[in-house]
């Protein structure tokens, strides 16, 4: 899977753009059309995710699944504070905020999954959507009380933003559509399928490639990443996937679901999460956080632990 991943052209593009933007090329994507591409992406898979769920209603599963993805969005950026201050010999505040981006999820990672998997025959659960959605704002509580644990200078002025965190444009863009889609239903859906379903790889395509661009310019400005650190970009995502993957079959998912889960775990919030630390905690340095979790785990990801959390579900599955 793996060999099919790098030759996918979803994959090829993000290639792209970094070897682009590493080279130091004029190539770029007008801002605003980025945006739109972001815009439709989300709702796309939101849309398509509350199709499905409409077609079986809430079961047992929708709800353990659901359960899982909270607890793994809670719990995850302990681990990732505990290595981050350890080995990555962080502060206490960067390592909270850092923390808070390793529990958090990454909605491209997460569509950019779906449509590989899918592409080998491993279609994850629709209401996985609704996970992902769930899973964008605990851990961003957790990394705030990492953080500022223990400090005393903590006040109303500097605490958490909690209106901006949930009304965040991706929670709302997602948990908004995903409810359109279960309301519509395949019949509704049928008349926006053309526009949101058979253009949908063709706009990711694209969007990957000013990600690409935008990993590799970040990686080349930043002076901040010691080798510890990107040691911690990769070492973070693997072992969360690994965990996520687990879950996920011992809570019995499907394995495309499974995976899905270990995908969802392994990602790192490099939108949703540094929009609510650069309020919440303005005295961390977003030079660290975006840089590992955009310039580093978001390609290794893409490029690798999609196949490898795929192959680890199948296995255990």
Not at 224 to 231: S, Y
Not at 268 to 274: C, Q
Request: aromatic share 6%; hydrophobic share 55%; proline share 4%.
């Amino acid at each position: 899977m793996i060999l099919d991943t790098l030759t996918s052209p979803v994959i090829l593009f993000f290639v792209l753009g970094f070897i682009a933007a590493a080279l130091k090329s004029d190539l770029s994507i007008p801002e605003a059309f980025a945006k739109a591409m972001s815009i439709y992406l989300m709702a796309a898979i939101g849309l398509k995710g509350g199709v499905e769920v409409s077609k079986t209603g809430i079961t047992p599963e929708i709800l353990i699944a659901a359960a899982a993805g909270l607890a793994l969005s809670f719990l995850l950026p302990l681990l990732a504070f505990a290595l981050l201050r350890s080995i990555g010999k962080l502060s206490k505040v960067d390592a909270g905020a850092v923390a808070a981006h390793y529990g958090s999820v990454s909605v491209v990672t997460f569509v950019t999954a779906v449509e590989l998997l899918t592409g080998e025959g491993l279609s994850p659960a629709g209401y996985m959507v609704a996970v992902l959605a769930l899973m964008e704002t605990p851990a961003i509580i957790t990394g705030l009380t990492l953080a500022r644990r223990g400090d005393a200078n903590s006040d109303e002025k500097n605490s958490t933003p909690w209106h901006e965190v949930l009304t965040n444009a991706s929670v709302m863009l997602l948990v908004g559509s995903f409810i359109i889609g279960t309301v519509a239903g395949a019949k509704g859906f049928a008349a926006v399928k053309p526009l949101f379903d058979t253009g949908f790889r063709g706009v990711l395509c694209l969007f990957l490639l000013d990600m690409g661009l935008i990993a590799a310019r970040r990686l080349i400005q930043t002076r901040k990443m010691t080798l510890r650190l990107v040691c911690l970009a990769i070492l973070l995502p693997l072992l969360n996937g690994t965990i996520g993957t687990v879950i996920g079959t011992v809570i019995g998912l499907d394995v495309a679901s499974a995976a899905a889960l270990g995908i969802l775990a392994a990602s790192a919030s490099y939108i949703a999460v540094p929009a609510a630390m650069r309020l919440a905690l303005p005295q961390a340095d977003p030079g660290i956080y975006l840089s590992m979790s955009l310039g580093v785990t978001f390609p290794f990801n893409i490029i690798f632990g999609i196949s490898i959390f795929a192959a680890l579900a199948q296995s255990l599955g």
